[in-house]
């Protein structure tokens, strides 16, 4: 959907996701939904484990377990494998994508060789978000979508918020550009934390594409106002996600 004529691209209304991407919203706040904590943890490898067991709380623990459980399930969906068969290899920028690292950009192996997935996870307000881009036929054949030989293949990038957490004094002094404090000054009062909330969402999935987070930038001077590579979605997996007090982007580089 495009803006209408003057309205910022960030806070005009929510389109589709891209082609290719898989998106997944999971309610990981309710015990019922999932499985224990020890039965997920099963599914896991020992990274994963240290990692959750560094964890400040059990419902942080548990938080972090669910998103990467739920993760692997998304992906050996699109692969159609056993979710057992897949080892994680996250990517870190300053590490690089080792076996068995815990954090960075989410990645797995399969029969020793990287999947072919773009994947991403963002957890929030006792939800899940998880993405996958399809890259079969673009790794294979060696470009990208714009047929640049040799170029390194696209990534993606999500992220959830819930709107209640950019409801302080201060947010648009370290989160917002300039121009993206106009943008929101410019909007009736009752619909300003959303916007917030978009502006961050839109933020984060960027980085998280872009695979360096927030260690090399502040907040306010990454503008997202017209970024083409970033959508704001208004559902996912049939979930509208205003009435549950959410935000979402995804972004896809390049």
């Known amino acids: 959907m495009r803006p209408s004529p003057g309205t910022s691209a960030a806070l005009a209304a929510p389109a589709d996701p891209p082609p290719r991407v898989s998106l997944r919203l999971r309610d990981i706040g309710s015990a019922a939904v999932l499985p224990e904590v020890g039965a997920m943890l099963a599914l896991l490898d020992d990274g994963e484990h240290a990692r959750a067991g560094r964890a400040d709380d059990p419902a942080a623990a548990g938080s972090f377990v669910a998103g990467r459980y739920l993760l692997r399930l998304l992906a050996a969906e699109l692969l159609g494998v056993p979710a057992a068969d897949l080892v994680t290899c996250f990517s870190c920028p300053r590490c690089g994508p080792v076996p068995g690292t815990?954090?960075?950009?989410p990645a797995y192996l399969l029969d020793g060789g990287p999947v072919p997935l773009a994947l991403s996870l963002?957890?929030?307000?006792?939800f899940a978000l998880l993405g996958a881009l399809d890259l079969r036929g673009v790794?294979?054949?060696g470009h990208t979508s714009s047929g640049a030989a040799g170029a390194p293949p696209p990534s993606l990038g999500v992220d959830l918020a819930a709107v209640s957490t950019v409801a302080f004094d201060g947010f648009d002094d370290v989160a917002l550009t300039p121009g993206e404090r106009r943008a929101v000054r410019r909007l009736a009062p009752a619909h300003?934390?959303?916007?917030r909330a978009r502006l961050w969402t839109r933020k984060e999935a960027l980085l998280k594409a872009l695979g360096t987070g927030f260690a090399e930038c502040d907040p306010d001077t990454v503008g997202v106002l017209e970024?083409?590579?970033?959508?704001?979605?208004?559902?996912v997996d049939g979930a509208v996600l205003e009435p549950l007090g959410l935000v979402a982007a995804v972004a896809v580089v390049p």
């Open 139 to 141: 790794v294979r054949a």
């Open 192 to 195: 300003r934390d959303r916007a």
């Open 122 to 126: 963002s957890r929030a307000g006792g």
């Open 102 to 105: 815990d954090h960075g950009r």
């Open 227 to 235: 970024d083409g590579r970033i959508t704001d979605l208004h559902a």
